[in-house]
């Protein structure tokens, strides 16, 4: 499976700033995700981010907030903007890829996760 | 520590012991599932996964089933060890938007 090179793994920011996290990934991929995990939640799905289109944003998420580049087939970013506290997060990178273990073709490998926090 | 689990249920076994894990899903038109685990500063990893035109599916110490009656999931640790400590997730796909939802999550602690 394709292996995720999340960039920075930790920050922590100051209040009305913005951060962007970096996705790096070894293959090239068609469909890319962004993921939240707000303290003690499950994951939360922010964008769906196709190369040479717009990211499809799921509701509650908003372009402005949460702006997405995806230049290329191995690379995304995801820009958390005008940060509060309530944005303290950890925010996981996914892509869709072919595996060879399980019953479908295709499946979804996760990188390590940027951990936010915002003062 | 880590703060993901804070609110999650959690499953406490003995070591040795066998582990059910249980997650109920939304949406009677999906049509796969995973269940992944994530360890402390990681993020999910594959664990097994089911299509629904099955009700039970075995991998190495691990079995899952699906219950489509009752829209239901469950996952089975046979003899659980401490390295299997970690949050648990199942997730369901979403052809529509091609996208995975995930479930609540639980902390499996095995005790020595």
């Known amino acids: 499976s394709a292996v995720i090179s999340q960039k920075p793994s930790r920050d922590i920011c100051q209040r009305g700033t913005s951060l962007t996290i970096q996705c790096q990934v070894d293959s090239q991929v068609t469909m890319m995700f962004w993921y939240r995990q707000q303290p003690g939640q499950s994951l939360t799905l922010i964008a769906t981010a196709n190369q040479g289109s717009e990211a499809t944003y799921e509701s509650g998420f908003v372009i402005d907030k949460f702006p997405i580049s995806r230049p290329n087939l191995t690379f995304s970013t995801l820009t958390v903007s005008n940060m509060s506290p309530e944005d303290s997060s950890i925010y996981l990178c996914s892509v869709e890829d072919p595996q060879e273990q399980g019953s479908s073709p295709y499946g979804y490998t996760f990188g390590s996760g940027t951990r936010l926090t915002v003062v | 520590g880590e703060s993901v689990g804070l609110h999650l249920p959690t499953l406490s076994v003995q070591e040795g012991d066998n582990s059910i894990i249980n997650c109920a899903y939304s949406?009677?038109?999906?049509?796969?599932f995973i269940w992944y685990k994530q360890e402390s500063g990681k993020g999910p990893q594959f664990i097994i996964d089911?299509?629904?035109?099955?009700d039970k599916r075995q991998g190495q110490r691990v079995t899952v089933l699906l219950n489509k009656t009752v829209k239901h999931l469950s996952l089975q640790i046979a003899a659980t060890q401490p390295g299997d400590s970690a949050v648990y997730f199942c997730a369901e796909f979403r052809e529509y938007g091609n996208k995975l939802v995930f479930g609540a999550g639980t902390i499996l602690r095995v005790k020595s």
């Open positions: 949406n009677s038109a999906s049509d796969y």
């Open positions: 089911i299509r629904s035109n099955m």
